[in-house]
């Protein structure tokens, strides 16, 4: 069924709102895949807190315009469903990494991060980018590890002199 202007002017608007405040951006060929496919992909993608729509090339290029991925206009060809991460910059990767896992029919072709078009070839590094709260869970390992390391020496001799105390009581009490 054909759109009219109004609903090809809302939808072009609903993805552009969501590509405006996106993080990363993803595009993938699903031709072949079946309806129920759709509905665990989408359901994955609500999952990862990622806005998927499957929108005609021409309004895909309208709605991304003068936002971070307007980089992917010229690449969009074919049917694409697009991927948008509103939380973490890997997710829209992550969603299609996963699924293409399981099911060939799914194609990811283009990936934008930055505003900047990424190589396909990096979707499963990007899909492994950490999450917000596992990125300061490691920045806060790395900043704790020099204060963890500095009372150890501090508290070396004394474990020393204890060690040595305690090892010589034990000799003597033998004897």
Known sequence: MALSIEQKQKLVEEVSSEAKVALSAAAAEYRGLSVDQLTKLRSNAKDLNVYLKVVKNTLAKRAIKDTDFECMQNDLKGPLILAFSRDNPGSAAKLFN??????E???PVLIALNGELVDIDNLSKIAKLPTKDEA???LMGVMKMPIEKLVRTVAAPHTKLVQTLFAYSNSKASN
Request: proline fraction near 0%.
């Open 98 to 103: 996963d699924f293409a896992k399981e099911s």
């Open 105 to 107: 029919e799914l194609k």
């Open 136 to 138: 300061i869970s490691m």
